[in-house]
């Protein structure tokens, strides 16, 4: 009975001072990099180029939840897990590169295995990863990890490449928690700051689920963690900016069966303060919202699964970075699967937005978004749209 009242003494302990961490610093954090400027335009009609592409896959059953990272050449890398099924020993991160015509043969840069020798510690499972490139060409990798346990168990390593994600010379576990360092997760790409550090967006996921900040250095170090929101329920931001750069716009998964809707936050001082999180007019079914600002366009684009029981459709959605009523507007452009088409990530570039999906479990689609062709009058010269095919 002793070891016991000690054990529950300790556990409510530990609860209390997880909970009571006050985010660390309170002082304002660097400017958001300033998205490139644009004239001006009326909303597109915006539709699929034609064709698409499956991502040449390992031979494995199961891939999902891919990162997509645009390189400065105008190519693209993507990241994902793939192995028997989600959450099982031997799933591998996989990664291929995209030249402009065609994606690489996937090929495993990271494994259980191989992770628990770089951190010096077990690692069972691999998760999510979030991607990008620091001012001098270096790849950043947030990887969700567990040693024991389900996702709600996670841990964040970060990792460091010089050549692209074909290999990691540096890994380390970033301390996010005072209780045992778990339950933190990423699945969204961060925003730059001025300063070459990161805002990357994560969650919490052990017995409640809520919106998290974590500040990170322009070589890779935890600087610091903030909430977004207090709420129970709503967890994977993904952060977009508009015409200011210091207007910030989070979108939001719930995880509720009562609240099967997308959710909205939004902070006018580059993440430091929120607005309450609130429902948008866009049914979800507990699935991964992508965001992603469309300078060349003047807007944000969203794309999600648009029912509350199915991840078998993605939808698109828009919202004009100077609509003082911050309405979104369902597109009529669709992506339909047999079993589930979900997780999707964006990369705008080049004027251009590519949309990497998890088809079926099977593999990652790539499609292509274009503006709608302007209509020709009869006898005029056919016009062009903004992406005359599918990649």
């Given at each position: 009975?002793?070891?016991l009242?000690?054990?529950?003494?300790?556990?409510?302990?530990?609860?209390?001072?997880?909970?009571?961490?006050?985010?660390?610093?309170?002082?304002?954090?660097?400017?958001?990099?300033?998205?490139?400027?644009?004239?001006?335009?009326?909303?597109?009609?915006?539709?699929?180029?034609?064709?698409?592409?499956?991502?040449?896959?390992?031979?494995?059953?199961?891939h999902?939840?891919?990162?997509?990272?645009?390189?400065?050449?105008?190519?693209?890398?993507?990241?994902?897990?793939?192995?028997s099924?989600?959450?099982?020993?031997?799933?591998?991160?996989?990664?291929?590169?995209?030249?402009?015509?065609?994606?690489?043969a996937?090929q495993?840069v990271?494994?259980?295995?191989?992770?628990?020798q770089?951190?010096?510690?077990?690692?069972?499972?691999?998760?999510?990863?979030?991607?990008?490139?620091?001012?001098?060409?270096?790849l950043h990798?947030?990887?969700?990890?567990?040693?024991?346990?389900?996702?709600?168990m996670?841990?964040?390593?970060?990792?460091?490449?010089?050549?692209?994600?074909?290999?990691?010379?540096?890994?380390?576990d970033?301390?996010?928690?005072?209780?045992?360092?778990?339950?933190?997760?990423?699945?969204?790409?961060?925003?730059?700051?001025?300063?070459?550090?990161?805002?990357?967006?994560?969650y919490?996921e052990?017995?409640?689920?809520?919106?998290?900040?974590?500040?990170?250095?322009?070589?890779?170090?935890?600087?610091?963690?903030?909430?977004?929101?207090?709420?129970?329920?709503?967890?994977?931001p993904a952060?977009?900016?508009?015409?200011?750069?210091?207007?910030?716009?989070?979108?939001?998964?719930?995880?509720?069966?009562?609240?099967?809707?997308?959710?909205?936050?939004?902070?006018?001082?580059?993440?430091?303060?929120?607005t309450?999180?609130?429902?948008?007019?866009?049914?979800?079914?507990?699935?991964?919202?992508?965001?992603?600002?469309?300078?060349?366009?003047?807007l944000?684009?969203?794309?999600?699964?648009?029912?509350t029981?199915?991840?078998?459709?993605?939808?698109v959605?828009?919202?004009?970075?100077?609509d003082?009523?911050?309405?979104?507007?369902?597109?009529?452009?669709?992506?339909?699967?047999?079993?589930?088409?979900?997780?999707?990530?964006?990369?705008?570039?080049d004027?251009?937005?590519?949309?990497?999906?998890?088809q079926?479990?099977?593999?990652?689609?790539h499609?292509?978004?274009?503006?709608?062709?302007?209509?020709?009058?009869?006898?005029?010269?056919?016009?062009?749209?903004?992406?005359?095919g599918?990649?």
């Open positions: 009975m002793l070891y009242r000690w054990a529950l003494t300790l556990t409510l302990a530990c609860v209390l001072a997880w909970w009571r961490t006050s985010d660390q610093p309170v002082a304002p954090l660097a400017r958001l990099a300033a998205p490139p400027s644009a004239a001006a335009s009326a909303p597109p009609c915006v539709t699929w180029a034609e064709g698409g592409l499956t991502l040449p896959t390992a031979e494995v059953a199961q999902h939840a891919v990162s997509t990272l645009a390189l400065p050449n105008g190519g693209m890398l993507a990241f994902w897990f793939a192995g099924r989600e959450g099982a020993t031997d799933v591998a991160l996989l990664r291929s590169q995209f030249d402009g015509r065609g994606w690489s996937a495993a990271l494994t259980p295995k191989l992770l628990s770089k951190l010096g510690r077990t690692v069972r499972k691999l998760g999510n990863p979030s991607v990008w490139l620091d001012a001098q060409g270096q990798m947030a990887v969700v990890n567990v040693t024991l346990g389900g996702w709600a996670s841990r964040i390593a970060h990792l460091s490449s010089a050549d692209l994600g074909l290999t990691f010379d540096r890994a380390q970033w301390i996010t928690s005072p209780w045992l360092n778990i339950s933190t997760l990423v699945r969204s790409p961060p925003l730059p700051l001025s300063d070459g550090s990161f805002l990357l967006p994560a919490h052990l017995a409640i689920k809520r919106p998290e900040l974590l500040h990170i250095s322009a070589d890779g170090r935890l600087l610091s963690k903030r909430r977004m929101a207090f709420e129970l329920q709503l967890l994977q952060l977009a900016t508009g015409v200011d750069p210091n207007h910030v716009l989070a979108v939001l998964r719930s995880a509720s069966a009562r609240d099967p809707w997308i959710h909205q936050q939004e902070s006018s001082d580059g993440g430091l303060t929120w309450n999180p609130h429902p948008l007019s866009l049914p979800n079914p507990d699935a991964y919202v992508a965001l992603a600002s469309w300078p060349q366009q003047r944000w684009l969203m794309v999600y699964n648009p029912e029981t199915t991840r078998k459709r993605l939808a959605a828009w919202r004009a970075w100077d003082p009523e911050g309405e979104w507007h369902p597109s009529p452009v669709e992506i339909n699967e047999p079993t589930e088409a979900s997780y999707p990530s964006l990369v705008v570039q004027g251009y937005v590519e949309v990497l999906y998890t079926n479990r099977q593999a990652i689609a499609r292509r978004l274009q503006v709608c062709p302007v209509p020709v009058a009869p006898g005029a010269a056919a016009s062009k749209s903004v992406a005359s599918a990649p």
